[in-house]
């Protein structure tokens, strides 16, 4: 019996694990000026939509930069932006 409990408990951590925002990423991203992070949420491209905003996205890690995985505000629909380094030293050349 307690090995099912300590089965659940392990199960539930992993779970709370992977909703942890990526340090890496969310170090990146804490770089970035708020300014820049508002316009950058607001750009996203919605496949239905065009351009949308991002809602309940979390951070992706990637070694070109960062990537947002979210909905899409208007129709809730999953969106994503990658975010490239290249992207970044342009819009904030101290970045890296
Ligand atoms: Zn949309």
Redesign the pocket.
């Given at each position: 019996m307690t090995d099912v409990i300590k089965e659940i408990v392990d199960y539930h951590e992993a779970q709370k694990s992977t909703a942890v925002i990526d340090l890496e990423a969310a170090k990146k991203w804490a770089e970035i000026s708020p300014d820049i992070r508002r316009k950058l949420i607001n750009n996203v491209f919605?496949?239905?939509?065009?351009v949308?905003v991002i809602v309940d996205y979390v951070l992706h890690n990637d070694r070109f930069g960062i990537v947002l995985k979210g909905k899409?505000?208007?129709?809730?629909?999953d969106?994503a932006s990658s975010i490239f380094r290249t992207t970044l030293m342009v819009a904030f050349p101290t970045y890296l």
């Open positions: 919605c496949s239905k939509c065009g949308t899409c505000k208007k129709c809730g629909g969106v």
